[in-house]
């Protein structure tokens, strides 16, 4: 069990009012995480490092989830080193991008998902939870 998913989502709101918006309703979820010690899963989209700075600044958050990230190198090097995880979903099967992470980020910090019915591993397809195999082989492939 855990509080979310939370978090923030730049890539369509430009307006620094809606996402002002954004920031207090993600520290609400923050403090429910806290008062009741569960893990916070995290949707960031174009905002992975203001996440980040955001959780770490919080110290007694009880653990993090990266849900379907999608960020840089870099940013994905400093949740690790936080200690926190970051789940990767069945695009992992078809994008450079996320197959590039999945080799930066240790196999113990990495969880997986569908994002069913989102993202299918196959073209034209409805994703299913049972598809998430398909991405563990990609890291299986590329983590080990």
């Known amino acids: 069990m855990g509080i979310g998913e939370t978090g923030l989502d730049f890539y369509e709101v430009k307006e620094s009012d809606k996402r002002k918006r954004q920031l207090k309703i993600f520290d609400i979820f923050i403090e429910i995480s806290n008062e009741y010690?569960?893990?916070l899963v995290l949707h960031a989209r174009d905002a992975e490092a203001k996440c980040l700075e955001i959780v770490k600044k919080k110290s007694n958050i009880y653990?993090?989830?990266?849900?379907?990230?999608?960020?840089?190198?870099?940013?994905a090097?400093?949740?690790?080193?936080?200690?926190?995880?970051?789940?990767?979903?069945?695009?992992?099967c078809f994008?450079?991008?996320?197959?590039?992470?999945?080799?930066?980020?240790?196999?113990?910090?990495?969880l997986t998902e569908t994002d069913s019915p989102y993202l299918s591993p196959f073209k034209g397809k409805r994703n299913e939870p049972a598809f998430v195999e398909e991405t563990v082989k990609i890291i299986a492939e590329k983590n080990l």
């Open 63 to 75: 653990d993090v989830i990266f849900h379907c990230y999608s960020g840089d190198v870099e940013t």
């Open 37 to 39: 010690d569960l893990p």
């Open 95 to 110: 994008s450079d991008h996320h197959q590039e992470l999945i080799e930066h980020v240790p196999i113990s910090n990495i």
């Open 77 to 92: 090097k400093q949740i690790v080193a936080e200690g926190y995880s970051i789940s990767f979903s069945t695009l992992a």
